[in-house]
């Protein structure tokens, strides 16, 4: 009897939390993988593709399937010990060959030679570039992501990309200078008796 | 007094401040150029208003605010605008900004202004916008707009406002020498603001180490309406932060992320107070303040009422400026300020202080060295944080962490710098560590614009992928549809062909019938004159017509020819569709009659037998019909009435005829489907000769329907002519063109009606039209037979052979139809690839052996005319 009563209770147990996993899994279901999102909003969004990727999303959908953290050099090594902070993995070097710290530039028309072909406005994955057919086009400054697609379409070459400038606004404070670069003759011992230079 | 209360950690740095009080304020020398920036204040930069060489007073305004966050710039004094641009500013980074730069007069001369006698009556909001108009924005240090400030009693409830007067810095006396020398004054200002924010309650924070500035604002404040308590603080570095002093002085704190308008206070700076107070009574602008010029390397340190974009060299100057023994040029206090490299720049709304230090005033900072985690620096932090960890995180560029740790709750005011023992810049790494942050979120904002820029134009170039293909399929639908379209059209216009010759035929008829009505009329006219020259002119007006009705065919038929063949592809297949089915039915009848064995035959032939019954029934109604034309004829004596009455009969008649005609050719079907099959078809096909014989017969009965009628108009019409004076001889001619005319009319109407037969089409237009071809008919028999008996009536005079001949060729054209509908049929059964075709052929032979044997017995005359028929069927085969 004992024993029925015992099955009898974790089958109905078994049923209820049955019921209350299968309903939540239908009420709670998650479209999509989140953490594509999460990797998606670390990624720098440049869209310049150097990963191999058509854009920062497919970078950060292949992430999601186990492809390398270091391929996003405008993002740096910042980007990708963030990476390695989400998916718990090993921080990598940036692949590749590429400067330790890239300057941000950004692209700029120089306005007397465009033609108004308006290949670097197709070419612009964020629509920086503003301009119509036979008339001359520039670049929104404030929305360029600095990904250079624009550069390699323009018939005359007149793109350049340049860094941005500091401004007032923008200046940035920069961090002390570590103790050790100065701190050689701290300690008096350290210090060459000028004694013993001169005999 | 109001009880004091204390903030955490702070420090006691020297405060060296005694230098710049021995003297009183003195009047800043005005500079020859004056650099004004732009940007004064937290917020947007001001736009210039003015332009190069323009001559400005003082006072004048030089550059407007640029939305809520931002208060214009007036010019300090009297000159011209020499250029707008980029020069040094006071900012750490050393960085230049936009000024506008302005060659003074010397005459200083004031722009028109004056102020507000009485304030209280213009309202809160007109005098807020009246005190951002003057310029004016927090004198503390950090520019705040005022004006913002002043507004946060729109939504807030202010119990509390401070005056922050604790000049808390080391060296400056600025607000120190302000209160001592104009109490009044800032008693004034706060005036304005108790009207403004209307606070219960004052307090003058101070500082204890500012004994006369206290006794001078007590003196003040005896004679004030006003709620004011000047409340004297301890000496300690920072208690003029604004959190600190609100710490101080009511023991509230200021929650983290929020403003002390949240807790009910407003805090404002001394100078802040005093520039209000010049606005609103002497309508001045801010265009000048006091700074405190100090440190070593001035002879004569003392506070200076300067100008608004006068240079620290000018102000150095003159306070005895010792260049070889300045070390560094400071802006601001020791603790919070920065040091420039350029004494060319100019003093702006925030600069309270410029120190120029020798080197042993303020020496080098010494190596820093290594962290030894003493924890001095949590104990002075005025804002409890951990700077020891802070200092951690953001060496490691841990900045998540770091903010963590409240980073931007650090005011920076440097006491963990100045308490700790390992000389570690711990400001200018909290500094760095927020400016990081704040480049990361920008960053952050801009690649999240950045990502919906892209995810835009993706959805716009997808879209317009998609929107192509939709166009593309629109357009093949389009195409598919105008194609259709054309097509039906091509049909439309077929038929609209068909009916507007249809229509044509109509009129031509109804013109055929005038013009036979005409000729009968004259006819009859000319009736009891009997002439034979009148019938030979009549005969030339006949051949004449004749040509032209010829002509006329000619153009006809090739009209006929241009339309033909579409209409005949369709028809073929409408009709190989017809036969299809009928052949089915025919087979499925067949079928049953198999399954039944004799029995179905026998029914099979007992439908047909049906059908022959009906065949017959036309045929007796016919006859009946034609029994009882004659005798209309003969008594009808207006011949226009006749052919009406005829019209209903023969009509009649004809329909009847195209019945049985039809029920013979399903008989006809039915007998070849049963032939396919191989049963006893024999029965089958005599039934249908049966059918056939009485189809003829009825057919020729109607013939002779015609035929009687023509003949009864014709005795009439003969005598008619024969009456006929000399317009007669014209008449002959008018009623041959007019029997020609008929009888390709007819022609044409009749072929059009075999088609629209064939088609099974119905229509009102097709019966209507069958009923013109049967009057048309009459009438062309009628016209043909009085042209004949004209004819010979000239050269034979017989009545007998008249009538005889005129039999004839009636003969002749009902084999020469049946020999044409015969080709047709053949035609069709030979598409339809029907094994009767060499039967249909034997069949066609026999009637083409009876045609010829009608047109020999023809008379010669009419020849012609025959080989023209024949043309015309061929061309319509």
């Avoid at chain 2, 060299?313 to 300020?337: C, F, Q, S, W």
């Amino acid at each position: 009897m004992t024993i029925i009563i015992a099955v009898s209770v974790l089958l109905g147990l078994a049923i209820i939390f049955g019921l209350v996993l299968g309903f939540s899994a239908i009420k709670f279901h998650v479209e999509g993988n989140p953490i594509v999102d999460q990797i998606d909003s670390i990624l720098p969004q440049t869209q310049c593709g150097q990963c191999g990727h058509p854009g920062c999303r497919p970078y950060a959908e292949s992430i999601a399937e186990g492809e390398a953290i270091n391929k996003c050099p405008p993002g740096g090594q910042a980007t990708i010990e963030a990476l390695a902070d989400l998916l718990d993995v090993e921080v990598l070097e940036l692949d590749g060959e590429h400067d330790e710290n890239p300057i941000k530039t950004i692209a700029y028309i120089r306005e007397d030679e465009c033609i108004g072909c308006t290949k670097c406005i197709q070419a612009c994955p964020v629509d920086a570039i503003l301009g119509a057919a036979k008339q001359m086009h520039t670049v929104i400054t404030d929305e360029c992501t600095g990904c250079d697609l624009c550069v390699a379409p323009c018939p005359v070459d007149c793109i350049d990309m340049l860094p941005i400038p500091t401004t007032l606004n923008t200046w940035k404070w920069q961090a002390p200078q570590p103790y050790q670069t100065h701190s050689k003759n701290l300690i008096a011992t350290d210090k060459q008796p000028a004694v013993e230079t001169l005999s | 007094m109001s009880k004091v209360f204390a903030f955490h950690g702070g420090i006691h740095p020297p405060e060296n401040k005694h230098q710049s009080t021995q003297s009183v304020i003195a009047k800043g020398p005005i500079a020859k150029t004056l650099y004004v920036p732009l940007q004064q204040h937290i917020g947007v930069a001001a736009k210039p208003c003015v332009n190069v060489g323009d001559t400005v007073l003082k006072g004048q305004r030089i550059a407007d605010a640029q939305g809520k966050f931002s208060v214009p710039i007036h010019a300090p004094s009297s000159g011209v605008v020499t250029s707008i641009g980029e020069r040094s500013v006071p900012h750490p980074s050393g960085m230049p900004g936009l000024c506008i730069s302005i060659e003074t007069d010397g005459l200083d001369q004031w722009i028109e202004h004056s102020g507000l006698a009485d304030y209280p009556t213009l309202g809160k909001d007109k005098l807020i916008d009246y005190i951002c108009d003057r310029g004016i924005a927090g004198m503390g240090g950090a520019g705040f707009p005022t004006a913002v400030k002043l507004h946060l009693g729109d939504d807030h409830i202010v119990n509390t406002l401070i005056i922050n007067a604790a000049e808390c810095e080391p060296y400056i006396t600025a607000d120190d020498l302000l209160m001592r020398e104009r109490a009044e004054q800032i008693i004034s200002g706060i005036g304005v603001l108790q009207f403004l924010l209307e606070p219960s309650h004052i307090i003058i924070g101070i500082e204890d180490n500012k004994p006369q500035a206290i006794r001078a604002l007590e003196i003040a404040i005896q004679d004030c309406k006003h709620n004011i308590d000047v409340v004297s603080v301890p000496t300690k570095y920072p208690s003029g932060g604004e959190k600190q002093l609100i710490k101080l002085l009511t023991n509230i704190e200021v929650p983290h992320g929020g403003i002390p308008a949240d807790v009910g206070i407003v805090c404002q700076n001394v100078g802040t107070v005093y520039a209000i107070h010049r606005a609103v009574q002497y309508g001045e602008s801010l265009i000048s303040r006091i700074v405190t010029v100090t440190g070593d390397g001035v002879k004569k340190p003392q506070n200076y009422d300067t100008l608004i974009g006068t240079p620290f060299a000018t102000l150095l100057d003159a306070a005895g400026y010792i260049k070889e023994n300045t070390h560094r040029l400071i802006v601001g206090g020791p603790m919070m300020g920065y040091s420039i490299q350029d004494d060319q720049i100019p003093v702006v709304k925030t600069s309270n202080c410029i120190i120029a230090s020798t080197r042993e005033e303020m020496p080098e900072q010494p190596p820093s060295q290594a962290c030894i985690r003493c924890g001095m620096c949590e104990q002075v932090c005025p804002v409890q944080l951990l700077p020891q960890q802070l200092h951690w995180f953001a060496k490691g560029q841990e900045y998540q962490k770091a903010e963590q740790h409240n980073l931007f709750d650090c005011i920076e005011c440097g006491a963990c710098s100045y308490v700790c023992p390992s000389n570690i810049p711990l400001v200018q790494y909290y500094r760095h560590a927020k400016t990081t942050i704040r480049e990361e979120q920008q960053e952050k904002r801009k690649s999240d614009l950045a990502r919906e820029r892209f995810e835009a134009k993706q959805m716009r170039e997808q879209r317009a992928v998609e929107e192509k293909a939709a166009k593309r399929k629109a357009r093949a639908e389009q195409a598919a549809k105008a194609q259709a379209e054309k097509k039906q059209q091509a049909q439309e216009v077929e038929s609209t062909q068909g009916v507007d010759q249809q229509q044509l035929l109509k009129n031509t008829l109804k013109e055929a019938k005038l013009a036979v009505a005409k000729i009968e009329q004259e006819i009859t006219n000319n009736s009891g004159t009997e002439q034979a020259e009148t019938i030979s002119a009549q005969d030339i007006k006949l051949q004449k017509a004749k040509a032209a009705v010829e002509q006329a065919k000619q153009a006809i038929v090739k009209s006929t020819q241009a339309t033909a063949p579409i209409i005949d592809i369709k028809k073929l297949k409408r009709e190989a569709a017809m036969a299809n089915t009928k052949l089915s039915k025919a087979k499925q009848a067949l079928k049953t009659a198999q399954e039944k064995d004799q029995p179905g035959v026998e029914q099979l032939a007992a439908t047909i037998e049906t059908l022959s019954k009906q065949a017959d029934e036309a045929n007796n109604a016919f006859e009946n019909a034609q029994q009882e034309n004659p005798a209309e004829k003969t008594t009808s004596t207006a011949p226009a009435a006749k052919p009406k009455a005829m019209d209903a009969d023969s009509k009649k008649l004809k329909t009847a005829a195209a019945i049985a005609r039809t029920k013979l050719k399903k008989a006809q079907t039915a007998l070849q489907s049963a032939m396919d099959n191989g049963d006893d078809t024999e029965q089958l096909s005599q039934d249908i000769k049966l059918l056939e014989d009485k189809l003829n017969k009825a057919q020729s009965a109607y013939e002779q329907s015609q035929n009687a009628t023509s003949s009864t108009q014709t005795s009439t019409a003969s005598s008619a002519s024969e009456t006929s004076g000399d317009s007669s001889h014209v008449d002959i001619k008018k009623l041959k063109t007019a029997a020609a005319i008929a009888r390709t009319k007819l022609k044409k109407a009749q072929s059009q009606l075999d088609k629209l037969t064939d088609d099974e089409s119905n229509s009102d237009d097709g019966a209507a039209l069958k009923a013109e071809v049967a009057t048309l008919e009459q009438k062309v028999e009628q016209t043909q037979a009085h042209y004949l008996k004209h004819k010979l009536a000239q050269p034979a005079d017989s009545q007998s052979t008249e009538s005889d001949a005129s039999q004839r060729q009636e003969d002749y054209e009902k084999a020469l139809k049946l020999y044409t509908k015969a080709m047709t049929a053949l035609d069709k059964a030979r598409e339809q690839n029907s094994p009767h075709v060499e039967k249909m052929t034997t069949s066609i032979e026999k009637l083409k052996r009876k045609l010829d044997d009608a047109q020999a017995a023809l008379p010669d005359q009419n020849t012609a005319a025959n080989s023209n028929n024949d043309d015309n069927n061929q061309s319509q085969v």
